[in-house]
């Protein structure tokens, strides 16, 4: 099955790009185009990356430039959201002028033959109306510069102001297992209302839902887990059951205990009330894309399991450190 979003069909799961240019030890050029490509042949073309997702000659825009004159044919076959208006020490920066110079920016790093799809102020400007801000973004499609214009960690209020002013083509929020809020805080309901698509970026928990983090200390040092509040040594164990929770399901459906958490995002397109929703696992391996790009069915059972789950192990801590939880849309 395929989604149209703007016109273009894209796979049921999109692609992350994060991990591939913001991390502690760079990734070249050679290791990087594989995993772009495998990304393409199993069908995950919905694209998530931005404008400071690594330094000014090697983020998500730098290596697609250099990927697209190597692979032009590849072009028309990404839907390409990007992120930016962050300015100085990464904060929001959605004025006018923030909102122009971090598109023209983005047009110029992507270069002449790559196109940004959407594009999408990274956090709400709470010095900034979003009426303002979107106003702005329009004024760029209007120019030809973004094909449309895409919301990030945005509250439902924020989305209905928004919606006034121009088309929103995405919202963007982190909907896992590990975190629910877009289900109960009315994100969902209202995207489903105005028939906006969620982008649910770190389906995998940030890759604790793979299983792969048994401890703290598993976290690589300068990895940004490392001074996330669910991720310290005082929860670490607690927030650990609803892992193993999720590979005992796992291995009954005879898969990984990520796919189950990637489907199960997935499978909440189908309930009724519920927008389409594209989960965007990021990978830095041709083997880690093809396995979270596998479909699974997970049956009206499986759902009503892992709802039980979710209740009995929500995780403890808050999903960002103070900066991060102050500078979200509430």
């Avoid at 760029?140 to 121009?166: M, Q, W």
């Avoid at 996330?228 to 929770?245: D, I, K, M, S, Y």
Wanted: charged share 25%; proline share 6%.
């Amino acid at each position: 099955m395929v989604l149209t979003i703007q016109g273009k069909q894209v796979g049921n799961i999109g692609f992350g790009l994060m991990g591939l240019t913001w991390r502690p030890s760079k990734l070249s050029d050679d290791a990087i185009f594989p995993v772009i490509q495998a990304a393409l042949e199993v069908g995950c073309s919905y694209f998530n990356g931005g404008e400071f997702y690594g330094p000014p000659d090697h983020n998500t825009l730098t290596v697609l430039n250099r990927y697209y004159a190597e692979h032009p044919e590849d072009i028309d076959r990404v839907l390409l959201n990007v992120k930016g208006c962050v300015g100085e020490n990464f904060h929001p920066d959605a004025s006018p002028a923030g909102v122009r110079g971090s598109v023209g920016n983005s047009v110029r790093l992507i270069g002449g033959k790559g196109r940004i799809d959407q594009f999408e102020p990274a956090r709400k400007d709470a010095s900034v109306d979003i009426e303002v801000t979107v106003a702005a973004l329009q004024e760029r499609v209007e120019a030809g510069d973004i094909g449309g214009i895409a919301l990030s960690e945005v509250s439902a209020e924020t989305i209905r102001r928004a919606a006034k002013v121009a088309r929103i083509a995405a919202v963007e929020v982190e909907l896992s297992l590990w975190n629910t809020e877009p289900l109960e805080n009315g994100v969902a309901q209202v995207c489903a209302e105005l028939d906006i698509p969620i982008i649910a970026y770190s389906p995998l928990g940030r890759g604790m839902l793979t299983g792969q983090i048994k401890s703290f200390d598993d976290i690589p040092e300068g990895d940004f887990r490392k001074i996330l509040p669910r991720f310290q040594p005082a929860v670490f164990g607690t927030n650990l059951r609803l892992v193993r929770e999720v590979e005992k399901l796992a291995e009954r459906k005879g898969c990984t205990p990520g796919q189950v958490a990637i489907n199960w995002v997935l499978a909440l397109s189908r309930r009724p009330g519920m927008p389409k929703i594209v989960p965007i696992p990021g990978a830095s391996s041709v083997e880690r894309v093809r396995e979270n790009a596998v479909e699974i069915e997970l049956t009206g059972d499986d759902m009503a399991e892992i709802d039980a789950i979710i209740k009995e192990f929500a995780p403890l801590g808050d999903r960002y450190h103070e900066h991060g939880m102050a500078a979200l849309d509430k």
